[in-house]
């Protein structure tokens, strides 16, 4: 069993920064695959970048260049830096995390772990 526990959210003005971590229990950390999904009321909750257990990363088009994923195995905590925040940018954000195999990272019905949640507000 693995649980995850988000901080960092926040309100921020529209082109600052914030750093979300999601620190995970148990010994399997280093094997998962984490990621970072988002929800804005009244929607989806929608992919937001990805790293593999082989540290390999992905993020969704509208985050490219703004955020970034890493990871830390030794702290069994993920990160999600992200910079020059737009008031779109608003919505909970939830780590999540599981042993994925060939399955695809935007899939969030693969994932067998959540967090609970942290939410991010962007004024604009």
């Given at each position: 069993?693995?649980?995850?526990?988000?901080?960092?959210?926040?309100?921020?003005?529209?082109?600052?920064?914030?750093?979300?971590?999601?620190?995970?229990?148990?010994?399997?950390?280093?094997?998962?695959?984490?990621?970072?999904?988002?929800?804005?009321?009244?929607?989806?909750?929608?992919?937001?970048?990805?790293?593999?257990?082989?540290?390999?990363?992905?993020?969704?088009?509208?985050?490219?260049?703004?955020?970034?994923?890493?990871?830390?195995?030794?702290?069994?905590?993920?990160?999600?830096?992200?910079?020059?925040?737009?008031?779109?940018?608003t919505a909970v954000?939830?780590?999540?995390?599981?042993?994925?195999?060939?399955?695809?990272?935007?899939?969030?019905?693969?994932?067998?772990?959540?967090?609970?949640?942290?939410?991010?507000?962007?004024?604009?």
């Amino acid at each position: 069993q693995v649980q995850l526990v988000e901080s960092g959210g926040g309100l921020v003005q529209a082109g600052g920064s914030l750093r979300l971590s999601c620190e995970a229990s148990g010994r399997t950390f280093s094997t998962y695959t984490m990621s970072w999904f988002r929800q804005a009321p009244g929607n989806d909750r929608v992919f937001v970048a990805t790293i593999r257990a082989n540290s390999a990363t992905n993020h969704a088009d509208s985050v490219k260049g703004r955020f970034t994923i890493s990871r830390d195995n030794a702290k069994n905590t993920v990160y999600l830096q992200m910079s020059n925040l737009k008031p779109e940018d608003t919505a909970v954000y939830y780590c999540a995390a599981g042993e994925l195999g060939w399955g695809s990272p935007l899939n969030k019905n693969l994932y067998a772990y959540w967090g609970q949640g942290t939410q991010v507000t962007v004024s604009s």
